[in-house]
């Protein structure tokens, strides 16, 4: 009997919002002949202030080493003896992943498989951006395959030179299954007791939901919500998330009634949240978070500034959401927030587009996606079955 053929997905932490697409392609891939291993570290520095991380019992937990170099934090996870064996290793496409440079080594020295799971786009900080920038798109099509986030993705990657024929989109998403039947239980009794627990007000809920850090702009959060109060008397801002920005949202909660910083939130509680809300605010970086707005039917009212992951693509702004083109603007997105706020039927048609948009996504097709690119990156190697056997109805793999 053939040995099953081994994946090892390496991420530096595990997220909560993961949790259940590991499950599900570690089920499907079993059933595929292939032995999926994951492989996480304890979150450290900015990681472990939000607040959102798990753990699974079947995953392996590896030590981490931080250094600092230029202004920027690099990780060593010690998973080198787990993915030793490994057929195929896909990672998170970061330069501060210091794994990545020896698993790409092997790679093109061995032709050991590795992919990259991601968006594509450089986020460099520190002292050198322009080097980190320069970085990424090189290293980006020294991988054997490419597991891209959403098509928008897909086709940067193979504009970078990458072959269409190894690049697969996962649709990233999270479990709207599960925020969905939440949401669908929530009655008046528990949204009431949700405000008198952190002293909200009975009026109108933006909410901000997300990880507090400097990309999601939250100094001009507080700006744009005081000027909205101040013309719309019984606006509430609930701010809930964790992270090393968390002060300045605690900071304006003990200066001003109208707003609470809450923490993190998660399963029931943070669908608690979304369903109270009117809006969702989200003035800085958008991610997958705007998956819970669509969820929720919650308008999401963010701006296009940059820093935004590839979800953004998912907002039709008019439709399902609104994206303000003044992204230094204040007054524009206090105007945006005031307008859906006060205009009821303008909020409940962006309501509609919302909930028509949450029918698009699915951690379940994600889960799919991925392991069909999974598949299709193991042709050939030792218990897999080969990729032309899969049901090409289920691929998404790209072409041309």
């Not at 439709?319 to 005031?338: F, H, K, M, R, T």
């Amino acid at each position: 009997m053939k040995p099953a053929c081994k994946v090892c997905f390496v991420t530096l932490v595990l997220s909560q919002y993961r949790v259940t697409f590991h499950k599900l392609v570690r089920d499907i891939l079993a059933r595929r002949g292939i032995d999926y291993h994951l492989v996480y570290s304890d979150p450290t520095g900015d990681a472990a202030a939000k607040g959102d991380t798990a753990s699974l019992d079947w995953a392996t937990r590896v030590p981490v080493s931080d250094f600092r170099v230029a202004g920027q934090t690099f990780h060593w996870q010690s998973a080198g003896s787990l993915i030793k064996s490994a057929d195929l290793t896909i990672v998170s496409q970061e330069n501060k992943l210091l794994l990545n440079y020896w698993l790409q080594m092997r790679y093109m020295l061995f032709g050991k498989r590795m992919g990259f799971f991601g968006h594509g786009r450089s986020s460099a900080g520190g002292r050198f951006p322009r080097i980190g920038r320069i970085l990424k798109r090189f290293l980006a099509t020294r991988v054997h395959w490419w597991f891209a986030y959403t098509p928008e993705v897909a086709n940067l990657i193979a504009d970078y030179g990458f072959p269409r024929d190894r690049i697969s989109i996962n649709y990233n998403s999270i479990d709207m299954g599960e925020l969905l039947g939440e949401l669908a239980t929530i009655d008046d009794a528990e949204l009431d007791a949700f405000r008198r627990k952190h002293g909200i007000g009975p009026g109108r809920i933006g909410l901000y939901l997300g990880a507090l850090y400097k990309d999601k702009r939250i100094d001009f959060l507080i700006e744009a919500a005081k000027r909205i109060r101040a013309r719309v008397p019984d606006f509430e801002l609930v701010v809930v998330g964790a992270g090393p920005e968390a002060h300045v949202a605690e900071k304006a909660a003990r200066e001003h009634g109208f707003i609470h910083a809450i923490g993190p939130l998660f399963g029931r509680d943070k669908a608690v949240a979304l369903k109270a809300a009117a809006t969702c605010l989200l003035p800085g970086a958008v991610g997958l978070a705007i998956l819970d707005t669509f969820a929720a039917a919650c308008p999401l009212i963010t701006t296009s500034a940059p820093g935004h992951g590839p979800e953004i693509n998912y907002l039709t702004s008019g439709e399902n959401g609104i994206l303000v083109d003044q992204p230094d603007s204040i007054e524009a997105y206090s105007d945006a927030v005031v307008r859906v706020m006060t205009d009821q039927q303008e909020l409940d048609r962006l309501r509609d587009g919302a909930r028509h948009s949450a029918h698009h996504y699915s951690i379940e097709n994600m889960a799919r996606h991925f392991s069909d690119g999974v598949i299709a990156a193991t042709q050939g190697v030792n218990g897999a079955e080969p990729y032309s056997e899969l049901d090409p109805s289920n691929s998404n793999i790209t072409t041309g």
